[in-house]
């Protein structure tokens, strides 16, 4: 009988019959099960889902691979507690004293929670990834200067540069058609302004119209950092690596990583027009014993940190502002009382706006742009009361810990006010977007005056709608590290100034 269009013809002789399959198939799953069983130490009094430790922490891995840990850390969390088992040698905490304890801790040897190996799988040695204690503070000694709330004022003028050109670009596509997509232009303009603060040289992503190749590697790297981790000892990532290094993607990782060093190295031997962070690093490096190479790949690892980060940052905050009318409104009546437009926003003024302040920390409060926490090996102490034995992973989810109902009335919705009410009763200090202790985000201040500028000039220069799909921003994200973004479609409108 002839098989109807648009169907496959089914020789039973042709496919391998049942018996066959549960031959080969149940004993590959058996070793697998094997493989994945937790290597290190149990961790005694932590509660978890009873089935996973069984099932080696599939859920958990289940959740990594679709995009949904941040969310079910969360749901564990809610379920089981303050600290929680997510797999069989790795636990979760959501409270300020587990975040303080884990990441609070000194940087003495045997007494701090250092990184896991989990950042090895992401890079070379670097300011992100080392696990040394020693080599670390060396790197962010001769960096964080460049970084601090003193150092980044002198960088306003350059941030005001690039979004005069976003706005610029942006109304150009608006004499094509009101509906535009910002998305891919808000990464334009991190990319440019990291690269400029940094290096001294817009990238020109925005004038490009895209982003480099190379410049959106991070999420990616994440993503098999993370079924490296999670998998680790079974063969799979061994098998993944090698079918990535064959048959698929062969060279893109080497290629994004020679093009980043070449720009860097380049930008080291140019001579500089302003006093960029490269400029400072340089001159302080010279009395140091960091080889110019360790420079150029740190450089690298700061740069590539910030990119995701920001515009993750930025398109949230828009999206929560334009669909609360009336933070929208109190939002505009505050910059238009002390600025006309883009083209006088000052870093000054901005870091002093209260409710600009309060949308922006109340953004990195719902949508925190690295929910699920980096990953910590315990020396052997106690977290929020519980002792969890060296060796054992934990981490706090930011995420889960940013909803934590102890902490915040109505965890779930957007209330700048929380932020200027005198009488609010939410615990101000569980919101930790960039973590605390010596780990924490090196580029904190400047992450925060880039919000401040874009988003104020932002307000000030386009009457804005949110037109896209989505209707519960956080639901509709992917978290692979960052969040996957929805679509932040909107319906523009130059302001008139009157
Ligand atoms: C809103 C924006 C940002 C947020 C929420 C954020 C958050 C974080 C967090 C949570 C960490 C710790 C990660 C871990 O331990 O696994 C971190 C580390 C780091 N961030 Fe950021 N970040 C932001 C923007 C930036 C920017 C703009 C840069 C650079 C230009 C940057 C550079 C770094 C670096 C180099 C580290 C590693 C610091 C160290 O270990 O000493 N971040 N960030």
Same mark, same amino acid.
């Given at each position: 009988?002839?098989?109807?269009? !648009? ?24 070793? =697998? ?47 089981? !507690? ?38 090895? !799988? ?83 992503? =925005? ?27 079974? !063969? ?54 960091? $080889? ?11 740069? =590539? ?22 933070? @929208? ?38 949508? $925190? ?32 810990? @940013? ?96």
């Amino acid at each position: 009988m002839a098989v109807p269009s !648009g169907q496959f013809e089914i020789n039973p002789s042709g496919i391998i019959s049942l018996p066959i399959l549960a031959i080969v198939l149940i004993p590959w799953l058996f070793i =697998l099960f094997i493989q994945l069983l937790p290597k290190g130490p149990i961790i005694k009094g932590v509660p978890g889902s009873f089935l996973d430790l069984f099932l080696c922490g599939s859920a958990t891995k289940f959740a990594f691979l679709s995009g949904r840990s941040a969310h079910y850390f969360h749901s564990l969390h809610e379920s089981y !507690g303050k600290i929680v088992r997510f797999a069989p040698g790795q636990a979760t905490t959501n409270t300020i004293r587990g975040l303080r304890n884990i990441y609070g801790a000194g940087s003495g040897k045997g007494t701090a929670f250092l990184k896991t190996g989990f950042y090895k !799988g992401i890079s070379r040695r670097n300011i992100f990834t080392a696990s040394d204690p020693v080599y670390h503070a060396s790197v962010r000694k001769l960096f964080a200067p460049s970084l601090s709330p003193g150092s980044m004022q002198a960088h306003a003028g350059v941030i005001r540069e690039r979004i005069l050109h976003l706005h610029a670009t942006m109304k150009e596509k608006m004499e094509k058609t009101d509906t535009l997509s910002l998305n891919q232009l808000l990464y334009c303009h991190s990319v440019d302004t990291v690269s400029e603060v940094l290096l001294g040289k817009p990238l020109g992503c =925005l004038k490009r119209g895209k982003p480099y190749f190379w410049t959106e590697q991070l999420p990616r790297i994440f993503y098999w950092s993370t079924i490296r981790d999670q998998f680790k000892g079974s !063969g799979v990532p061994t098998m993944i690596k090698w079918m990535l290094r064959h048959l698929i993607r062969k060279g893109v990782r080497q290629s994004a990583e020679q093009a980043r060093m070449r720009l860097i190295n380049e930008q080291l031997g140019a001579s500089h027009t302003r006093r960029d962070v490269m400029v400072e690093v340089m001159e302080r490096a010279g009395t140091g014993d960091l $080889p110019v190479p360790e420079i150029a790949e740190n450089f690298s690892a700061i740069m =590539l940190a910030g990119f995701h980060t920001t515009q993750n940052a930025l398109c949230a905050t828009i999206y929560f502002v334009l669909t609360h009318p009336e933070v @929208h409104a109190k939002l505009n009546q505050e910059l238009r009382s002390v600025f006309t437009s883009a083209e006088d926003v000052s870093g000054h003024v901005a870091q002093d706006l209260p409710y600009l302040n309060a949308v922006i920390t109340e953004s990195l409060r719902l949508y $925190p742009p690295v929910p699920v926490g980096g990953p910590r090996v315990s020396p052997g102490a106690y977290v929020d009361g519980t002792y969890i034995p060296a060796g054992t992973e934990i981490c706090t989810s930011i995420f889960a810990l @940013h909803h934590n109902p102890e902490y915040f009335n109505e965890p779930y919705e957007f209330i700048p006010e929380r932020w200027t009410e005198p009488d609010c009763t939410d615990k101000k200090e569980a919101v930790q977007p960039f973590l605390v202790g010596s780990r924490s985000c090196v580029a904190k201040y400047f992450a925060k005056q880039m919000m401040q500028l874009t988003l104020a000039a932002f307000f000030l220069d386009f009457n804005a709608e949110y037109v896209g799909p989505v209707k519960d921003w956080q639901r509709e994200s992917r978290c692979y590290a960052f969040w996957e973004l929805p679509d932040l479609k909107l319906k523009l409108r130059k302001r008139e100034i009157d």
